[in-house]
């Protein structure tokens, strides 16, 4: 193939359909390459739209199971949380997205890639890393940092202008005041309105989730089968409804954390190109995941090691907000925290209801919970006066600091 042949991440909306058809007026074959990664998308519709807008090739990728499987779930091992309230839905969709498009430039022989990522966002970052890290000799085209492409199309406006003179069909519904990216694991709104910190969101946004308020007035309880920290099955125990394979899993607990409320947020979040941005996000299923991992890892793990691993979550969801997914580093903490999992197994009973997860219950064959010698009711294998000793150990660190603190007071 030509070395101008190049791999648009092609969504079939109205910016990445311009990118195309402007790639093509700078000399480029393009092939479209659509993900999914489970948002609501007429797949068959896009791939005709870039057909008839001149793309050389289009191929659409199935990578839910690819998502939840090697994306998703270390996450869930790691209790990944950005900033303690973003579970990193976009963020790890982006190297599960890209990881792709590089197979198919690498399988292609194109020497380009291209996304429509903003010049502004953390997404340019996420993608252009992996792509740099797995194909190291690959160039980048990102139009929106390219002065002759942003200086042309500063606005909406422009883009349908371009897309009405060059026969690309525009959107038919008024476009929402806000921008919104959705995969299987969640949804993000942010921009237009948004942009404004103190502005409400409007009821009519959230498209996962159910107004708590409108919610049942009955709660979901849930049984979550764990096994190396990863959920392998989720019982629904009044229904009898039970799912086994990763997305049905993951689809399930979407389904049930939607029908009640569970997930929202709207957060300020600092991004890694270094500016604050306001984000609204649903994340039904991860929001229950998280809880019932952290219970059965608690009650597995031991304290020690587990203080360790929760630096190294910290750091794992730092690392995939800033793109760095492919980096030697990230292999490194994926590793250990997948090793911490080995005896995070067992059984978590939630109930799901009005906005809320409850844990009810847990059991594990590898629990180090010891009923007989927490008891206030059984003396067991312990005898309470070595407490004494114990005590007076840790003290004495107290007291010397307390004595210094007296005599320097003292002094004054």
């Given amino acids: 193939m030509s070395k101008k042949t190049v791999v648009l991440a092609y969504s079939g909306g109205l910016d990445t359909s311009c990118i195309l058809v402007w790639l093509k007026d700078q000399g480029y074959d393009v092939i479209a390459y659509m993900a999914n990664i489970g948002q609501d998308e007429d797949f068959e519709a896009a791939r005709k739209k870039a057909e008839s807008l001149g793309a050389k090739k289009v191929f659409v990728e199935d990578l839910r199971a690819d998502f939840v499987t090697n994306f998703i779930w270390p996450a869930v091992q790691a209790n990944a949380i950005y900033e303690d309230r973003y579970l990193l839905g976009t963020s790890l969709a982006r190297p599960c997205i890209a990881r792709r498009q590089v197979e198919i430039a690498q399988r292609e022989g194109a020497h380009f890639v291209s996304h429509g990522a903003t010049g502004k966002g953390n997404d340019q970052i996420r993608f252009e890393l992996t792509f740099y890290a797995l194909y190291p ?56 309105i948004l942009e404004n910190p103190k502005t409400h969101a409007p009821a009519d946004l959230y498209l996962m989730t159910k107004n708590p308020e409108d919610s049942p007035n009955v709660p979901d309880v849930l049984e979550i089968e764990f096994k190396n920290g990863i959920p392998v099955k989720v019982t629904n125990i009044k229904e009898g409804i039970s799912k086994a394979t990763p997305v049905d899993v993951f689809l399930y607990l979407n389904e049930i954390g939607g029908k009640h409320g569970v997930g929202r947020i709207d957060i300020v979040e600092n991004r890694f190109i270094g500016m604050k941005s306001r984000g609204i996000y649903e994340t039904p299923g991860g929001t229950i995941l998280l809880q019932a991992h952290l219970d059965i890892e608690t009650f597995t793990m031991d304290k020690e090691v587990r203080r360790i691993k929760q630096g190294l979550g910290i750091k794992f969801s730092e ?94």
Wanted: glycine fraction near 6%; aromatic fraction near 10%.
């Fill in 137 to 192: 000799e690959v160039e980048i085209i990102s139009p929106w940092r390219i002065p002759e492409f942003y200086e042309r199309f500063s606005g909406r406006k422009e883009l349908m202008t371009y897309a009405q003179k060059r026969g690309i069909p525009v959107p038919v519904t008024p476009k929402a005041p806000w921008s919104m990216d959705a995969n299987l694991m969640h949804i993000s709104y942010e921009s237009g």
């Fill in 319 to 412: 690392l995939v907000y800033n793109g760095f997914w492919d980096s030697p580093e990230c292999e490194f903490v994926r590793h250990c925290i997948a090793k911490s999992q080995e005896n995070v197994e067992g059984k978590v009973q939630l109930s799901v209801f009005k906005g809320h997860s409850y844990i009810l219950g847990r059991e594990s064959p590898k629990s180090l919970y010891n009923e007989e010698l927490v008891s206030m009711n059984v003396q067991g294998d312990y005898d309470p006066c070595d407490a004494s000793g114990f005590i007076k150990i840790n003290a004495v660190r107290l007291r010397e600091h307390h004595r210094l603190q007296g005599s320097s007071n003292s002094k004054q």
